[in-house]
Protein backbone atom coordinates (compact mmCIF):
# COMPACT_ATOMS: atom_id res chain seq x y z
CA UNK A 1 0.00 0.00 0.00
CA UNK A 2 1.29 3.56 -1.04
CA UNK A 3 1.98 5.69 1.80
CA UNK A 4 -0.02 8.86 2.13
CA UNK A 5 1.34 12.40 2.40
CA UNK A 6 -0.38 15.44 3.22
CA UNK A 7 0.89 18.79 0.87
CA UNK A 8 0.41 22.09 1.78
CA UNK A 9 -0.77 23.45 -2.05
CA UNK A 10 -1.33 26.95 -3.04
CA UNK A 11 -2.26 26.64 -6.71
CA UNK A 12 1.45 27.53 -7.44
CA UNK A 13 4.36 26.40 -9.11
CA UNK A 14 6.52 25.10 -6.33
CA UNK A 15 3.15 23.35 -4.54
CA UNK A 16 2.49 21.47 -7.69
CA UNK A 17 5.92 20.27 -9.02
CA UNK A 18 5.74 19.12 -5.48
CA UNK A 19 3.01 17.25 -5.48
CA UNK A 20 4.46 15.74 -9.05
CA UNK A 21 7.77 14.53 -7.43
CA UNK A 22 6.31 12.80 -4.89
CA UNK A 23 3.80 10.66 -6.33
CA UNK A 24 7.11 9.76 -8.60
CA UNK A 25 8.55 8.51 -5.40
CA UNK A 26 5.63 6.23 -4.76
CA UNK A 27 3.35 8.06 -2.60
CA UNK A 28 -0.20 8.22 -2.53
CA UNK A 29 -0.59 12.66 -2.31
CA UNK A 30 -3.20 14.33 -0.44
CA UNK A 31 -3.61 18.48 -1.09
CA UNK A 32 -4.12 20.54 2.27
CA UNK A 33 -5.23 24.08 1.32
CA UNK A 34 -5.21 26.38 4.36
CA UNK A 35 -7.19 29.56 4.44
CA UNK A 36 -4.66 32.21 6.45
CA UNK A 37 -6.31 35.52 5.73
CA UNK A 38 -8.50 37.44 3.10
CA UNK A 39 -5.70 38.93 1.42
CA UNK A 40 -5.09 36.67 -0.93
CA UNK A 41 -7.40 35.04 -3.98
CA UNK A 42 -8.71 32.07 -2.64
CA UNK A 43 -10.98 31.31 -4.98
CA UNK A 44 -9.10 32.17 -7.84
CA UNK A 45 -6.07 29.51 -5.97
CA UNK A 46 -8.71 26.73 -5.51
CA UNK A 47 -10.22 26.69 -8.94
CA UNK A 48 -5.77 26.71 -9.94
CA UNK A 49 -6.44 23.48 -7.15
CA UNK A 50 -9.07 21.85 -8.41
CA UNK A 51 -7.50 21.81 -12.27
CA UNK A 52 -4.50 20.40 -10.67
CA UNK A 53 -6.24 17.47 -8.77
CA UNK A 54 -7.64 16.24 -12.01
CA UNK A 55 -4.42 16.36 -13.52
CA UNK A 56 -2.48 14.61 -10.63
CA UNK A 57 -5.63 12.69 -9.35
CA UNK A 58 -5.48 13.36 -6.43
CA UNK A 59 -8.13 14.39 -3.73
CA UNK A 60 -7.66 17.92 -1.79
CA UNK A 61 -8.89 19.78 0.98
CA UNK A 62 -9.86 23.07 2.28
CA UNK A 63 -9.48 24.45 5.68
CA UNK A 64 -10.32 27.84 6.98
CA UNK A 65 -7.44 28.78 10.40
CA UNK A 66 -8.18 32.63 9.58
CA UNK A 67 -8.51 33.09 13.59
CA UNK A 68 -5.06 31.22 14.22
CA UNK A 69 -3.36 32.60 11.52
CA UNK A 70 -4.56 35.93 13.05
CA UNK A 71 -3.67 35.58 16.57
CA UNK A 72 -0.77 33.76 15.57
CA UNK A 73 1.25 35.72 12.87
CA UNK A 74 -0.75 38.75 12.43
CA UNK A 75 -1.41 39.92 15.81
CA UNK A 76 2.36 38.85 16.43
CA UNK A 77 3.71 41.10 13.38
CA UNK A 78 1.70 44.23 14.60
CA UNK A 79 2.08 44.05 18.09
CA UNK A 80 6.25 43.56 17.66
CA UNK A 81 6.15 46.99 15.40
CA UNK A 82 4.15 48.26 18.28
CA UNK A 83 6.50 47.47 20.29
CA UNK A 84 9.14 48.85 18.88
CA UNK A 85 10.55 45.57 17.41
CA UNK A 86 11.54 44.21 13.81
CA UNK A 87 9.36 41.28 13.52
CA UNK A 88 10.07 38.00 11.13
CA UNK A 89 6.82 37.53 10.15
CA UNK A 90 7.66 34.37 7.70
CA UNK A 91 9.59 32.70 10.16
CA UNK A 92 6.40 32.60 13.00
CA UNK A 93 4.21 31.20 10.68
CA UNK A 94 6.80 28.54 9.60
CA UNK A 95 6.86 27.59 13.36
CA UNK A 96 3.03 28.35 14.39
CA UNK A 97 0.89 27.48 10.58
CA UNK A 98 2.51 25.95 8.48
CA UNK A 99 4.60 23.34 11.24
CA UNK A 100 2.32 24.09 14.25
CA UNK A 101 -1.70 24.55 13.08
CA UNK A 102 -0.54 21.98 9.84
CA UNK A 103 0.22 19.14 11.65
CA UNK A 104 -3.01 17.48 13.33
CA UNK A 105 -4.38 17.86 9.82
CA UNK A 106 -2.27 14.99 8.92
CA UNK A 107 -3.82 12.45 11.48
CA UNK A 108 -7.30 13.99 10.14
CA UNK A 109 -6.61 12.84 6.44
CA UNK A 110 -4.86 9.92 7.64
CA UNK A 111 -1.34 10.55 6.37
CA UNK A 112 1.88 9.22 7.70
CA UNK A 113 3.54 12.47 6.00
CA UNK A 114 3.60 16.09 5.02
CA UNK A 115 5.38 17.68 3.00
CA UNK A 116 5.49 21.36 1.73
CA UNK A 117 7.15 23.32 -1.36
CA UNK A 118 9.83 25.37 0.70
CA UNK A 119 13.50 24.98 -0.79
CA UNK A 120 15.63 23.39 1.90
CA UNK A 121 16.65 19.92 2.66
CA UNK A 122 16.65 17.36 5.70
CA UNK A 123 17.75 13.85 6.35
CA UNK A 124 14.61 13.23 9.10
CA UNK A 125 17.12 14.54 11.95
CA UNK A 126 18.09 18.43 10.59
CA UNK A 127 17.57 20.69 8.02
CA UNK A 128 19.89 21.88 5.43
CA UNK A 129 20.31 24.83 3.21
CA UNK A 130 19.05 24.45 -0.28
CA UNK A 131 20.75 23.09 -3.42
CA UNK A 132 19.35 26.54 -4.91
CA UNK A 133 21.08 28.97 -2.14
CA UNK A 134 19.22 32.34 -3.74
CA UNK A 135 15.80 30.25 -2.69
CA UNK A 136 17.19 28.59 0.41
CA UNK A 137 14.32 28.78 3.25
CA UNK A 138 16.12 27.30 5.92
CA UNK A 139 16.37 30.41 7.51
CA UNK A 140 13.17 30.81 8.25
CA UNK A 141 12.01 27.42 9.82
CA UNK A 142 14.67 27.27 12.45
CA UNK A 143 12.16 27.89 15.08
CA UNK A 144 9.75 24.48 14.05
CA UNK A 145 10.33 21.21 16.46
CA UNK A 146 12.80 18.66 15.74
CA UNK A 147 10.46 15.87 16.17
CA UNK A 148 8.68 17.43 13.07
CA UNK A 149 11.39 16.52 10.89
CA UNK A 150 11.10 12.75 11.11
CA UNK A 151 7.43 13.17 9.18
CA UNK A 152 8.60 16.25 6.82
CA UNK A 153 9.58 15.71 3.10
CA UNK A 154 10.77 18.36 1.32
CA UNK A 155 10.91 17.58 -2.20
CA UNK A 156 12.44 20.97 -3.86
CA UNK A 157 15.78 21.07 -1.92
CA UNK A 158 17.71 19.33 -4.36
CA UNK A 159 16.42 21.63 -6.92
CA UNK A 160 17.06 24.64 -8.38
CA UNK A 161 14.06 26.98 -9.05
CA UNK A 162 14.83 27.17 -12.80
CA UNK A 163 14.62 23.37 -12.50
CA UNK A 164 11.54 23.50 -11.18
CA UNK A 165 10.31 25.76 -13.28
CA UNK A 166 11.70 23.80 -16.49
CA UNK A 167 9.53 20.76 -14.65
CA UNK A 168 6.77 22.22 -14.96
CA UNK A 169 6.71 23.05 -18.74
CA UNK A 170 7.51 19.56 -19.27
CA UNK A 171 4.75 18.34 -17.30
CA UNK A 172 2.35 20.51 -18.92
CA UNK A 173 2.24 23.38 -16.06
CA UNK A 174 3.54 26.08 -18.32
CA UNK A 175 1.21 28.83 -17.32
CA UNK A 176 2.45 28.38 -13.52
CA UNK A 177 6.00 27.77 -14.69
CA UNK A 178 5.96 31.69 -16.04
CA UNK A 179 3.42 33.02 -13.43
CA UNK A 180 4.90 36.02 -11.31
CA UNK A 181 6.23 35.05 -7.86
CA UNK A 182 4.39 35.23 -4.98
CA UNK A 183 5.22 38.49 -2.83
CA UNK A 184 7.71 38.16 0.73
CA UNK A 185 4.60 38.66 2.74
CA UNK A 186 1.31 37.15 2.16
CA UNK A 187 -0.53 39.91 4.51
CA UNK A 188 0.79 42.67 3.21
CA UNK A 189 -0.61 43.51 0.11
CA UNK A 190 1.51 47.12 -0.74
CA UNK A 191 3.65 47.73 2.27
CA UNK A 192 4.10 47.41 5.74
CA UNK A 193 2.84 50.65 6.77
CA UNK A 194 -0.49 50.13 5.59
CA UNK A 195 -1.30 47.11 7.39
CA UNK A 196 -0.18 48.99 10.70
CA UNK A 197 -2.28 52.13 10.03
CA UNK A 198 -5.52 50.06 9.40
CA UNK A 199 -4.21 49.00 12.89
CA UNK A 200 -3.20 52.03 14.75
CA UNK A 201 -2.04 55.41 14.13
CA UNK A 202 1.70 55.30 12.52
CA UNK A 203 1.58 59.19 11.97
CA UNK A 204 3.50 59.87 15.20
CA UNK A 205 5.82 62.54 14.87
CA UNK A 206 8.74 62.20 17.33
CA UNK A 207 11.95 63.02 18.52
CA UNK A 208 15.32 62.10 16.57
CA UNK A 209 17.99 61.91 19.54
CA UNK A 210 22.22 61.36 19.41
CA UNK A 211 23.49 58.58 21.83
CA UNK A 212 23.50 61.28 24.74
CA UNK A 213 19.69 61.61 24.33
CA UNK A 214 19.98 65.20 22.52
CA UNK A 215 17.47 66.05 20.49
CA UNK A 216 18.96 66.40 16.99
CA UNK A 217 15.40 66.07 14.48
CA UNK A 218 12.49 64.72 14.19
CA UNK A 219 10.67 61.57 12.34
CA UNK A 220 7.30 60.37 11.40
CA UNK A 221 6.36 58.20 13.82
CA UNK A 222 9.18 55.40 15.43
CA UNK A 223 7.54 52.06 13.37
CA UNK A 224 8.52 53.60 9.82
CA UNK A 225 11.95 52.75 10.97
CA UNK A 226 14.65 49.47 11.56
CA UNK A 227 18.37 49.45 13.18
CA UNK A 228 20.40 50.90 10.14
CA UNK A 229 17.83 52.95 8.26
CA UNK A 230 19.59 55.97 7.03
CA UNK A 231 16.62 58.29 5.44
CA UNK A 232 13.27 58.83 5.78
CA UNK A 233 13.86 61.42 8.87
CA UNK A 234 15.25 65.17 9.15
CA UNK A 235 17.73 66.43 11.02
CA UNK A 236 17.91 70.67 11.98
CA UNK A 237 21.31 70.52 10.71
CA UNK A 238 24.43 68.94 8.56
CA UNK A 239 25.43 66.02 9.89
CA UNK A 240 27.46 63.26 8.44
CA UNK A 241 25.43 60.32 7.60
CA UNK A 242 23.20 59.16 10.90
CA UNK A 243 21.91 55.70 10.92
CA UNK A 244 18.75 54.33 12.96
CA UNK A 245 20.92 52.37 16.04
CA UNK A 246 17.93 52.17 18.54
CA UNK A 247 13.65 52.56 19.01
CA UNK A 248 12.61 53.84 22.08
CA UNK A 249 8.85 52.95 21.55
CA UNK A 250 7.66 54.14 24.87
CA UNK A 251 9.13 57.70 23.92
CA UNK A 252 8.22 57.31 20.58
CA UNK A 253 12.23 58.24 19.78
CA UNK A 254 14.23 57.06 17.17
CA UNK A 255 18.06 57.32 18.59
CA UNK A 256 20.97 57.91 15.65
CA UNK A 257 24.26 57.70 15.42
CA UNK A 258 27.63 57.60 13.42
CA UNK A 259 27.82 54.04 11.43
CA UNK A 260 31.03 52.67 13.53
CA UNK A 261 27.70 52.60 16.49
CA UNK A 262 25.77 50.36 14.16
CA UNK A 263 28.42 47.55 14.56
CA UNK A 264 28.14 44.73 17.28
CA UNK A 265 30.02 41.86 18.19
CA UNK A 266 28.16 40.31 20.93
CA UNK A 267 24.01 39.33 20.11
CA UNK A 268 21.66 38.60 23.06
CA UNK A 269 18.95 35.75 22.24
CA UNK A 270 15.79 34.74 23.73
CA UNK A 271 13.45 31.20 22.61
CA UNK A 272 16.06 28.93 21.49
CA UNK A 273 14.83 26.24 19.18
CA UNK A 274 17.97 23.96 18.94
CA UNK A 275 18.54 20.68 16.98
CA UNK A 276 21.78 19.84 18.40
CA UNK A 277 22.37 19.47 22.66
CA UNK A 278 25.84 21.38 23.04
CA UNK A 279 26.16 24.22 25.43
CA UNK A 280 28.84 25.72 23.87
CA UNK A 281 29.90 25.54 20.06
CA UNK A 282 31.27 26.78 17.40
CA UNK A 283 29.16 27.69 13.89
CA UNK A 284 27.88 30.52 11.29
CA UNK A 285 25.01 32.80 12.01
CA UNK A 286 22.86 34.89 10.11
CA UNK A 287 21.62 38.19 11.94
CA UNK A 288 18.73 38.21 8.64
CA UNK A 289 17.93 36.83 5.89
CA UNK A 290 20.09 39.10 3.24
CA UNK A 291 22.86 38.93 5.87
CA UNK A 292 26.39 37.52 5.51
CA UNK A 293 27.38 34.13 7.47
CA UNK A 294 29.49 35.42 10.37
CA UNK A 295 31.47 32.84 12.15
CA UNK A 296 30.69 32.79 15.78
CA UNK A 297 31.03 31.20 18.93
CA UNK A 298 27.37 30.23 21.18
CA UNK A 299 27.06 29.72 24.56
CA UNK A 300 23.82 28.59 25.95
CA UNK A 301 21.88 29.47 29.29
CA UNK A 302 18.38 27.18 28.92
CA UNK A 303 16.26 28.85 26.10
CA UNK A 304 18.19 31.77 26.01
CA UNK A 305 21.70 32.21 24.31
CA UNK A 306 24.76 34.92 24.02
CA UNK A 307 26.34 35.05 20.63
CA UNK A 308 29.99 36.39 20.30
CA UNK A 309 30.88 37.36 16.89
CA UNK A 310 33.98 37.26 15.46
CA UNK A 311 33.77 40.23 13.47
CA UNK A 312 31.16 42.68 14.43
CA UNK A 313 28.10 42.79 11.84
CA UNK A 314 25.58 45.70 11.25
CA UNK A 315 21.90 45.84 11.71
CA UNK A 316 21.33 43.81 14.29
CA UNK A 317 17.92 44.43 15.05
CA UNK A 318 15.86 43.25 17.99
CA UNK A 319 12.53 41.33 17.41
CA UNK A 320 14.55 39.52 14.00
CA UNK A 321 15.78 35.84 14.02
CA UNK A 322 19.48 34.94 14.51
CA UNK A 323 19.97 31.06 12.95
CA UNK A 324 22.84 29.39 13.58
CA UNK A 325 24.57 26.57 10.94
CA UNK A 326 27.42 23.96 10.71
CA UNK A 327 28.51 24.13 7.48
CA UNK A 328 24.88 23.52 5.14
CA UNK A 329 23.29 22.09 8.47
CA UNK A 330 20.95 24.55 10.57
CA UNK A 331 21.46 23.77 14.29
CA UNK A 332 19.49 26.15 15.70
CA UNK A 333 18.49 30.26 16.76
CA UNK A 334 16.74 32.40 18.33
CA UNK A 335 15.31 35.49 18.80
CA UNK A 336 16.90 39.03 18.99
CA UNK A 337 16.58 40.39 22.44
CA UNK A 338 19.37 42.77 22.30
CA UNK A 339 23.35 43.79 21.18
CA UNK A 340 26.38 45.44 21.89
CA UNK A 341 29.54 45.89 20.62
CA UNK A 342 32.90 45.06 23.52
CA UNK A 343 34.17 42.35 25.20
Not at 48 to 55: H, R, V
Not at 92 to 105: H, L, T, V
Amino acid sequence: MKKRVLVGISGGVDSAVTVHLLQKRGFEVVGLYLKMHEDVPHDENISKIEKLSKLFNIEYFVEDITESFKKKVYDYFVESYKQGLTPNPCAMCNREIKFGEFIPFMDKYNCEYIATGHYVRSDGEFLYKAKDLTKDQSYFMFGIKKEILKKAIFPLGDWTKEEIKAKAKEIGLEILASARESQDICFIPTNYIDVLSSEFNTKLNGKIVNTRRQVIGNHKGYMHYTIGQRKGFTLFKSHKPQYVIGIDADKNQIIVGDKHQLQKNRVFLKQCNMFIDDKNFECEVKVRYRSDYVKSKVKMDGSKATVFLKEPVSGVAKGQACVFYQGDKLVGGGWIRGAKNGN
